[in-house]
């Protein structure tokens, strides 16, 4: 074992020479370096700029395609086609284990949307100016937006809060990691709670939570992976690719994405343990450097109980599922509010793993249950036999989520009131029946106006958080007997017991032949004081 | 009985045996643990000096084949069957008591006794090549789709792999208890580590071939007893004889009395009813040749003043030809050498 340690501390030395250089951040990647244009310098935004809108149309007069462009991007759109699939997804048509769905709740769901102008009727929603170039684009940190996907705060047409629209604007550079985070930090009712990978640590991560985006080290920002040529930006949850067989991404000769490990670091990424690159085809690179879910301190969401909501008391019964299927929190408290029933989140949890081929289904709005089992929100393909699939990591959000059980539908629900005068809103009446009506009123469908509740689950896969190599997962975490690729069939795995009857044969053998052994030294011994008295 | 000390196993060998030993059992110490059997080791550790391990077993075992194919040595694995009901005997119950000796006298020529063979054999035809096999599948494993080895045979090929190491620990524990079941317990061992072992001192040199000498004017006797000495059933008559002659025939006293001139001769059968001679007289015309070799005499029919005649002359043994069988004649043989040696010794 010495020596063992010794080449090791070795290796590291000479890690440590040769990367050196890489490991300075560089100018490149610190949003707005190195650029061409000083937006600070321009005269187009001295404003003074009264709304969003103003400055949007400041930045079209020199970006004049920016509006188009952008008007074409999921981003903007919420819609996505799935050729393979011929279905479209996207937030306004896909269910989620948190607060359902974004139907008859876009005033506030809108926040997160990169245009402004939600109040307004639908015609006037796709003018050039109703595009948001702040929220990616601005470096000040100050620039927030509220409902109706405004960046002013208002009460009663009163603008109780609003940004400096000139500083905001004089700052504009690539997208940091704040502008992103800024929505996909917080999706699912706050930071951290819906992805697992992603929350507000991912700001100013160091090392050891995020190698590559490490604010002292190569300090990638999520367009340095996710690159988006168009404004379209690369890397999809509704299309993955579960791996990357192009390998480093060089110009003209692949994909041009980014967002696959591969695309940087081929497919034979291991230079010192050569044999780890005998897993690259079936197991990705996220299952072993991803080693835990929310690593950087802030929890994330694992159960949603809506059966609570409305009520004054949460439920406190841990659901068997969560152990089974799902993450369970090292300390189990769980969070209770009248608008969003009963919460149990949790930090540092083990990921589950699924063979995944990158293609994932979702439930539709208003699309008829299986009478029994839990509803798969999203679902997720592969096997062992799909040799596009790999063993990935994933959150597993499960949820008790209300449901029409006389039409077997899920069922929309209005969770956030309209406007002031809105009563429908749980919010407002604490009334699950009413909000639900509501919601499914807003959406069209029908209700019959029963409620129940249904076990639901969601799949997010595990790709961010890249732990450093020292933190990736050791081999017996899986290469073990209750491993965490316990349920990961169809594969054989050395170390995990394959074969449990083969192993009681071989132990059997074994054992005969010790006890064979035995009675036959013991015979010898058991003999030799009489040789010792006839001689 | 005295013993005298013989080289039996060479440099090669005894480096052979305890470097497979002790990769063996590396080999099964890393493997059960990349098994998930055992926990003291990391797996990766133990994954990677399987590895090298086999890798060194294999330059070991293609060294040896070698050796064992240019010495010849690979006939110490053919196996056989005799002596086998005694050599079991002897396990099972014999050798709780300590007046018994091993029933099977080992020689450079016969390391192993039956039971050794069949164990050997068993070892070198089936454990380990299927281990072999198996192990440098599962380790080419990521190759497999170059080949068109569909992936799920894993299971079969990891499968019959652990299946074979478990044969191969029982073995292993086998082999070290045998090991130990010398007289004393550390004979096998010692003999293992020095290349000595210590044998009954035996006349014979087991090393080199005996010079036969066959006065026999029958060609049909003279070709009988060639045939049992030659081919197949030499082999078997090793126990009794674990030497090889070299026959030399002749018809006529006359060209026995050339060929006793040249010199050389270990043993002399000899019949005393020849065309140029009869009886006593021919026995001691040649024995006048051959003072210090062993004669055997053959006689067509017994004859009792004959025989006490010609033993009294210096005859071994006094043999009737429809008596013959080759057992009786190897015995004789052997009596015979051991007798006059042990005269010549003054013993």
Redesign the interface.
């Known amino acids: 074992m010495g020596f063992?340690c010794f080449s090791r501390v070795i290796l590291i030395l000479v890690a440590v020479f040769f990367f050196q250089g890489p490991l300075h951040a560089s100018d490149s990647m610190i949003p707005s370096k190195g650029s061409t244009t000083h937006h600070e310098k321009l005269q187009a935004l001295n404003g003074p700029f009264a709304t969003g809108q103003e400055v949007t149309r400041a930045c079209l007069g020199c970006h004049t395609e920016a509006a188009a462009i952008i008007r074409k991007t999921l981003h903007w759109t919420w819609e996505y086609e799935h050729a393979s699939l011929n279905k479209v997804f996207g937030k306004k048509h896909v269910f989620n284990t948190f607060c359902g769905s974004v139907v008859s709740n876009m005033r506030s769901c809108t926040s997160c949307h990169i245009g402004y102008g939600w109040q307004d009727p639908e015609n006037t929603r796709v003018q050039d100016d109703q595009v948001d170039c702040l929220v990616c684009h601005e470096q000040t940190g100050t620039y927030k937006k509220y409902n109706f996907g405004l960046a002013e705060l208002k009460f009663k047409d009163k603008v109780l809060k609003k940004p400096d629209y000139v500083a905001v604007a004089k700052s504009v550079g690539r997208p940091g990691r704040a502008n992103c985070g800024s929505c996909h930090f917080y999706g699912g009712s706050g930071d951290g709670a819906k992805h697992g990978d992603l929350d507000s640590s991912l700001i100013k991560p160091v090392r050891a939570l995020d190698v590559h985006m490490q604010e002292n080290g190569l300090n990638f920002t999520c367009v340095t992976c996710h690159n988006a040529p168009d404004h379209q930006i690369s890397g999809s949850r509704y299309d993955m690719k579960a791996q990357d067989p192009l390998g480093i991404d060089r110009p003209g000769r692949t994909d041009g994405s980014r967002t696959s490990c591969a695309s940087c670091h081929g497919n034979e990424p291991h230079h010192t343990?050569v044999?780890l690159n005998?897993h690259v085809?079936r197991v990705a690179c996220q299952t072993c450097h991803v080693p835990a879910m929310a690593r950087g301190g802030v929890e994330t969401m694992v159960f949603w109980d809506w059966r609570t909501a409305g009520q004054n008391k949460g439920n406190t019964e841990v659901p068997g599922i969560l152990q089974r299927e799902g993450h369970l929190p090292e300390k189990i408290s769980f969070r209770h509010s009248r608008t969003h029933g009963t919460l149990l989140w949790g930090a540092n949890l083990v990921p589950r793993y699924a063979w995944f081929n990158g293609k994932v289904d979702f439930l539709s709005l208003n699309e008829k249950l299986a009478p029994t089992g839990p509803v798969g929100i999203n679902r997720i393909f592969g096997s062992?036999a799909d040799s596009s699939a790999r063993i990935w990591p994933f959150k597993k959000m499960w949820a008790m989520l209300p449901y029409d059980p006389v039409n077997q539908t899920l069922v929309t629900n209005h969770t956030i009131q309209d406007g002031p005068e809105d009563k429908e809103a749980l919010e407002q009446s604490g009334d699950l029946k009413r909000s639900v009506a509501a919601g499914m009123k807003a959406a069209g469908f029908p209700f019959s106006g029963e409620i129940g509740f249904r076990e639901g689950v969601m799949y997010f896969p595990l790709t961010h958080m890249v732990a450093p190599r020292e933190q990736s997962l050791?081999?017996?975490e899986c290469?073990?007997?209750g491993g965490r690729m316990d349920g990961v069939e169809?594969v054989?795995m050395?170390?995990?017991?394959?074969?449990p009857a083969?192993?009681a044969?071989?132990?059997g053998?074994?054992l005969l032949?010790?006890i064979?052994?035995s009675v036959?030294?013991t015979?010898?011994i058991v003999?030799?004081p009489?040789?010792r008295l006839?001689t | 009985m005295t013993h005298h000390p013989e080289l039996f196993f060479t440099r090669f060998e005894r480096f052979w045996h305890w470097g497979q030993a002790a990769l063996i059992l590396a080999l099964i110490v890393t493997g059960f643990h990349v098994t998930g059997l055992l926990h003291w080791l990391d797996y990766e550790l133990s994954a990677s000096w399987h590895r090298i391990f086999a890798t060194i077993l294999i330059a070991l075992w293609s060294f040896t084949i070698f050796w064992h194919l240019i010495t010849g040595e690979w006939r110490q694995y053919i196996p056989s069957t005799e002596k086998m009901l005694e050599v079991v005997h002897y396990y099972s119950k014999g050798m709780f008591d300590p007046h018994l000796s091993h029933p099977f006298k080992k020689t450079r020529r016969r390391k192993h006794n039956p039971l050794q063979r069949i164990a050997y054999l068993i070892l070198t035809v089936m454990i380990y090549p299927t281990l072999l096999v198996t192990g440098v599948l599962f380790a080419e494993y990521n190759r497999w789709h170059l080949v068109g080895i569909p992936s799920a045979w894993l299971f079969g090929v990891a499968g019959v792999h652990v299946a074979m190491a478990y044969a191969m620990v029982c073995f292993f524990l086998l082999h070290v208890y045998m090991a130990f079941t010398g007289r004393p317990a550390t004979a096998a061992i010692k003999a293992m580590i020095t290349g000595f072992v210590e044998v009954e001192d035996t006349e014979l040199d087991t090393s080199r071939d005996y010079q036969l000498l066959v006065v026999e004017d029958d060609p049909v006797i003279a070709l009988m007893i060639q045939g049992w000495l030659d081919g197949e059933e030499v082999r078997e008559g090793e126990s009794i004889l674990p030497i090889k002659f070299v026959i030399t025939h002749v018809e006529l006293l006359q060209e026995a009395e050339k060929v006793l001139k040249h010199g050389g001769i270990d043993l002399i059968l000899l019949d005393l009813s020849l065309p140029d001679s009869d009886g006593l007289e021919t026995f001691l015309k040649v024995r006048g040749h051959a003072v210090d070799v062993p004669i055997l005499v053959i006689n067509e029919l017994e004859n009792e003043e004959l025989q006490s005649r010609v033993v009294h002359e210096g005859a071994q043994d006094f043999l009737v030809r429809k008596n013959l069988s080759r057992r009786i004649l190897l015995r004789a043989f052997r009596f015979a050498l051991e007798r006059h040696y042990r005269l010549m010794q003054g013993r």
């Open positions: 063992w343990i044999k005998d085809d062992v050791t081999c017996r290469h073990r007997n169809g054989y050395p170390g995990r017991q394959n074969n083969l192993h044969i071989g132990k053998c074994v032949t010790l064979g052994i036959h030294a015979l010898r003999m030799r009489r040789r006839r």
